[in-house]
């Protein structure tokens, strides 16, 4: 049992870049945030900040940004329950949110890759700066910030770069380091008490010796969804005298691109391992914190993965296993007090409503139904059945020879599984829109809905074509 995770500072991620909650629904989510046992938020906005001035494109169109006001009122709500804030600002790569932007397409590191930032030119620095400082005069009271700077795609190959590298002793990582540096000493000539992290996996391939640069001026946060031998390069870290440390697990948005429902135990498991590797460290490291992360698109242009209310099973399981220092009884017994259920899939414990039932519970029961119906194997193989596959062929209908009897078996078929999954996708719908504006309800029937139901409403589409070229009425057949 290790009592230095245990005692340290547990952040939840907040990825609004996709889904943000409305308004009075994230105020919910952060008191339940505290109640779990969280001490804070890291909260990544990307186009869902009010930006001004010049940086006022990189604001969403699909939805309107979060206002200055209500960025007040979420930091109000935190502060209220004790929660400290960092924010989270892209700074080299995964900036898809800025550099899809024409205005800024010459910043880009190669033409065709929206996430990487040329690290050579004026503009981009000015570009980056000028996030950092809007972002944290919104922020006044916060200590710490994150500056990103993970999977930093494509660097080396810009033109620039390759004139830059072309110097001899010159590398790519001496390249990434040199950009970090340059956005931490301008953030910290305005700040210079503020606190900078950063993602370490485009560290991890580098020396002691190389980093050792970085050691007063950022701090790494080790994510170990993606990392293979954690204590090994967090002691390679303090030997590069980066004593102090962060962690970052997972609670959802880390299984698939397009995952809707979130596995408890999966999520569990992380944060036991986690729990392993806190007690093999050396007592040099000294353990800042550990960020839950809840990613709602693996980048800002990638589908929507599992939405908050399904994955705050999850959440709370992972928190009450690092306060309690395993999955215990105890831990569980809180979770099912506080949400009713440790696990979302356990549709039965969700809508019998017996206990303490969580905001956006009933959406979460509802999707993860719908989920359940789009995965059968009687909607995903229904061109694969004995009556498709029989009688009901590309063959058949090109030479017209088909069974009206049995085409109308299949039409009537199709369109029973059709209507059900429409009448639980409106459930969904109305459900969600309590909870999300309806650009984000339509976004996620679109991403995960349409696709695996578009199969079937073609083949409907064909019988009724037959049918009504054979000059059979299909409503009076049905």
């Given at each position: 049992?290790?009592?230095?995770?245990?005692?340290?500072?547990?952040?939840?991620?907040?990825?609004?870049?996709?889904?943000?909650?409305?308004?009075?629904?994230?105020?919910?989510?952060?008191?339940?945030?505290?109640?779990?046992?969280?001490?804070?938020?890291?909260?990544?906005?990307?186009?869902?900040?009010?930006?001004?001035?010049?940086?006022?494109?990189?604001?969403?169109?699909?939805?309107?940004?979060?206002?200055?006001?209500?960025?007040?009122?979420?930091?109000?709500?935190?502060?209220?329950?004790?929660?400290?804030?960092i924010p989270l600002v892209q700074t080299f790569g995964h900036l898809e949110f800025v550099l899809k932007h024409e205005v800024f397409r010459?910043?880009?590191?190669?033409?065709?890759?929206?996430?990487?930032?040329?690290?050579?030119?004026?503009?981009?620095?000015?570009?980056?700066?000028?996030?950092?400082?809007?972002?944290?005069?919104?922020?006044?009271?916060?200590?710490?910030?994150?500056?990103?700077?993970?999977?930093?795609?494509?660097?080396?190959?810009?033109?620039?770069?390759?004139?830059?590298?072309?110097?001899?002793?010159?590398?790519?990582?001496?390249?990434?380091?040199?950009?970090?540096?340059?956005?931490?000493?301008?953030?910290?000539?305005?700040?210079?008490?503020?606190?900078?992290?950063?993602?370490?996996?485009?560290?991890?391939?580098?020396?002691?010796?190389?980093?050792?640069?970085?050691?007063?001026?950022?701090?790494?946060?080790?994510?170990?969804?993606?990392?293979?031998?954690?204590?090994?390069?967090?002691?390679?870290?303090?030997?590069?005298?980066?004593?102090?440390?962060?962690?970052?697990?997972?609670?959802?948005?880390?299984?698939?691109?397009?995952?809707?429902?979130?596995?408890?135990?999966?999520?569990?498991?992380?944060?036991?391992?986690?729990?392993?590797?806190?007690?093999?460290?050396?007592?040099?490291?000294?353990?800042?914190?550990?960020?839950?992360?809840?990613?709602?698109?693996?980048?800002?242009?990638?589908?929507?993965?599992?939405?908050?209310?399904?994955?705050?099973?999850?959440?709370?399981?992972?928190?009450?296993?690092?306060?309690?220092?395993?999955?215990?009884?105890?831990?569980?017994?809180?979770?099912?007090?506080?949400?009713?259920?440790?696990?979302?899939?356990?549709?039965?414990?969700?809508?019998?409503?017996?206990?303490?039932?969580?905001?956006?519970?009933?959406?979460?029961?509802?999707?993860?139904?719908?989920?359940?119906?789009?995965?059968?194997?009687?909607?995903?193989?229904?061109?694969?059945?004995?009556?498709?596959?029989?009688?009901?062929?590309?063959?058949?209908?090109?030479?017209?020879?088909?069974?009206?009897?049995?085409?109308?078996?299949?039409?009537?078929?199709?369109?029973?599984?059709?209507?059900?999954?429409?009448?639980?996708?409106?459930?969904?719908?109305?459900?969600?829109?309590?909870?999300?504006?309806?650009?984000?309800?339509?976004?996620?029937?679109?991403?995960?809905?349409?696709?695996?139901?578009?199969?079937?409403?073609?083949?409907?589409?064909?019988?009724?074509?037959?049918?009504?070229?054979?000059?059979?009425?299909?409503?009076?057949?049905?």
């Amino acid at each position: 049992m290790d009592l230095s995770l245990r005692s340290c500072k547990k952040f939840v991620h907040l990825d609004l870049k996709g889904a943000p909650p409305r308004i009075g629904y994230l105020i919910e989510l952060i008191q339940l945030f505290a109640d779990l046992g969280a001490n804070g938020l890291l909260i990544e906005y990307e186009d869902m900040f009010p930006y001004e001035g010049e940086l006022k494109v990189l604001q969403s169109t699909t939805q309107p940004p979060y206002s200055r006001e209500e960025i007040v009122s979420i930091q109000d709500a935190a502060n209220s329950r004790g929660l400290e804030i960092i924010p989270l600002v892209q700074t080299f790569g995964h900036l898809e949110f800025v550099l899809k932007h024409e205005v800024f397409r010459d910043l880009r590191e190669v033409d065709y890759c929206l996430g990487t930032l040329n690290p050579h030119r004026d503009g981009g620095d000015k570009l980056v700066q000028d996030m950092l400082q809007q972002i944290m005069k919104l922020h006044p009271k916060s200590t710490s910030l994150h500056i990103g700077a993970d999977e930093v795609y494509m660097l080396g190959l810009g033109d620039e770069s390759k004139q830059w590298l072309s110097v001899p002793g010159r590398s790519v990582h001496q390249m990434f380091l040199s950009h970090v540096i340059k956005v931490a000493k301008g953030i910290q000539e305005s700040s210079p008490n503020l606190k900078l992290i950063m993602w370490d996996d485009m560290l991890r391939s580098m020396s002691p010796e190389t980093i050792k640069v970085l050691s007063y001026l950022v701090l790494k946060m080790l994510d170990y969804f993606t990392c293979t031998f954690p204590v090994m390069l967090m002691e390679r870290y303090t030997s590069a005298g980066m004593l102090q440390q962060w962690a970052a697990s997972s609670f959802k948005g880390s299984t698939t691109v397009h995952t809707c429902v979130t596995s408890t135990q999966r999520h569990v498991d992380n944060h036991l391992q986690w729990l392993k590797v806190a007690s093999s460290l050396s007592a040099d490291i000294e353990l800042q914190g550990i960020a839950l992360t809840g990613w709602q698109r693996y980048d800002h242009l990638s589908v929507l993965c599992e939405l908050m209310p399904v994955g705050l099973p999850s959440l709370a399981s992972c928190l009450q296993t690092l306060v309690h220092g395993g999955f215990t009884e105890e831990a569980q017994k809180k979770v099912v007090k506080t949400l009713g259920t440790v696990d979302v899939g356990d549709t039965e414990r969700l809508s019998s409503r017996t206990s303490c039932s969580f905001a956006g519970a009933k959406l979460a029961e509802l999707i993860v139904k719908l989920t359940s119906l789009l995965e059968s194997t009687e909607l995903r193989h229904f061109q694969n059945n004995m009556f498709v596959r029989g009688w009901f062929t590309p063959y058949h209908k090109q030479k017209k020879t088909v069974s009206p009897l049995i085409v109308q078996q299949i039409k009537t078929q199709a369109k029973m599984i059709l209507d059900a999954v429409e009448s639980q996708v409106q459930e969904v719908r109305g459900e969600m829109c309590l909870l999300y504006l309806d650009s984000t309800v339509q976004e996620w029937v679109v991403q995960h809905v349409t696709p695996v139901l578009e199969p079937l409403h073609n083949l409907l589409r064909d019988t009724e074509t037959v049918l009504n070229e054979m000059g059979l009425c299909t409503e009076s057949i049905s």
